[in-house]
Structures are given as C-alpha cells and as structure tokens.
C-alpha cells in the first residue's frame, strides 16, 4: 500500500528539503493543504507540485480550506453559503489541474449547523464537477454521526466518498465505525491516534484506537493509500530542527504505517481464511 503524511510547519527547513527527506524516509505520496494561507509555512501550492514532480513524490489527496470563512454556512441558505461553495470549487479545479486524484472537505465545524437541502444542492454541483474533471470529493467525518449517510443517501455518485479520520472518530463519535459502515465509500484516510478525550494527533498504536478493529475495516474496503496526519514536533526545548531530527520522525510515522499494513494484511489472511 502506498504511504503519505503531511508535511510539518517547519520553516527552518526549507519545503524542498522537507519533502525530500520525506521521500528518503520511504513516502510515495503527500497529504498537501490546498489553503493558501498554509503558504507561509511551507511555499505556494504551485511550488510543491513543482517540488514534488521532481522527486517524484506523488499528491494523491489534497486538503480544501476548513476554518476561515466559517463552513458551516456551506449549509445556509443565503450568499455566505455561496462563498464557502466557491472556496471549495476552487480547491477542486486546482487539484483537476494538478492530477490530484482526492480532494477532503470538512462539510461542518464543530455542532452549530443544520443538514438541509440547501447543503445537498451546493455539494450536488461540486460533485457534477468532480465528475466532468476526474477528481473526488472526500467528505471527512467530524462531530457528526448522521452527516455522512445523510449526504451519502442523497448524492449518487462514484466521485463521492467518505475521508475516514481515525482520531476525529475516537474522541468525536465513539463507537460510529464508518470504516464499516462506508468502506465501499472509502476515497482517502488521516491517520493518527489520540486519548479519546481530545484531537491530540499522535503516531498511530500510541493512544487509545483499536487499530485491529481498523485494520479489520481497511481490509474489507475500498483499497487507499496510507496517508498519516500526524502532528510532528521540534525536540523538547529546540526551537529549531535539525535534518537529522525530522528525518527520524518521518521514520517513525512510517514504520507505524507499516505496521498498520501488517495488521490489515492479517485480517485479509483471516478473512479468506474463513471461506476455505
């Protein structure tokens, strides 16, 4: 399976020699934000697909704008929910130019929001676009466990899937296993695990996740990249990093991907097991 992560806000190293040693550590493919103002901290979105072609580290999924305008007004009926529309057709056209193959949507933020046909008519138009320009939408699960089957029973559509966050399922909606219940959904995953109480963005098989129970979902879904987002830190009292340092963090956050891998590969192994 391939592996991606997302690349760290760390400006003493230059976006070049972040996404190289990414690649050196062993990742094929890049989570990228498609926010531009992200751009401080790493180099224009442009740039990175440039970096990227030349060290031949593939963009499968790119991340659309999340906090600022606020999206839950995707869902009103008046022009502020045009804005967030057009702030999300953007992030598409720029990944159909690309070749991004996914593009993940946060649909609410937090809870003060209401699903409506409003909503369903915006996304309808995304997806009609998606589809003419060989792109996905990836609708995230957030704080909401009736979002998803809510947009998935009104929109038919193969460039409609689900972006299936890990931890944003172990603290948000415990016990919702959209793995199971939208892994023929499945376009893209954001890995990372957590205490079950808050958004901690920690390495995978380190918090409270039953990453069996994961595995077992992945193995039963639609087949996708690994891809990490994991929150990466400076060493303790550093304010700077060194190659060095970075370049053992992204190790460490692939060999938990591998481990992921070994683990869904067993339940395969399991799961043909049972129909011998």
């Known amino acids: 399976m391939k592996k991606g992560i997302m690349i760290p806000f760390f400006t003493e190293l230059s976006m070049k020699r972040r996404l190289e040693l990414m690649k050196k550590a062993g990742f094929n493919t890049f989570m ?19 970096l990227c072609k030349k060290i031949d580290l593939e963009i499968e999924t790119g991340h659309a704008p999340y906090k600022d305008p606020d999206v839950n007004t ?34 609410h933020f937090e809870n003060d929001y209401e699903l ?19 792109v996905n939408v990836a609708v995230e699960n957030l704080y909401s466990y009736k979002e998803l089957e809510y947009i998935f029973q009104a929109i038919k559509s193969p460039n409609l899937g689900m972006c299936f966050d890990s931890g944003h399922e172990n603290f948000l909606t415990k016990n919702a296993d959209f793995l199971h219940k939208f892994g023929n959904r499945l376009k893209a995953v954001h890995l990372h695990d957590n205490n079950g109480i808050k958004d901690e963005h ?14 077992n979902g992945f193995a039963k879904a639609n087949k996708v990249s690994l891809e990490s987002e994991v929150r990466l830190y400076r060493p303790e009292n550093k304010q700077i990093i060194t190659e060095e340092e970075l370049f053992a963090l992204y190790k460490r956050e692939f060999k938990a991907l591998q ?18």
């Open 32 to 50: 990228m934000s498609l926010d531009r103002g992200h751009e401080k901290f790493t180099a224009t979105l442009e740039e990175i697909v440039e």
């Open 74 to 107: 995707f869902w009103s009926e008046d022009k502020e929910g045009d804005i967030i529309e057009e702030m999300y057709m953007e992030s598409l056209r720029f990944a159909s130019k690309h070749n991004i193959k996914n593009v993940v949507f946060h649909m």
């Open 116 to 134: 409506n046909e409003a909503g369903i008519k915006r996304l309808k138009r995304m997806v009609k676009y998606a589809e003419e320009n060989n």
């Open 202 to 215: 920690k390495t995978p098989f380190t918090g409270t996740i039953n990453w069996k129970n994961i595995a």
């Open 259 to 276: 481990k992921l891998e070994k683990l869904i590969e067993k339940e395969k192994d399991a799961m043909e097991q049972l129909t011998v």
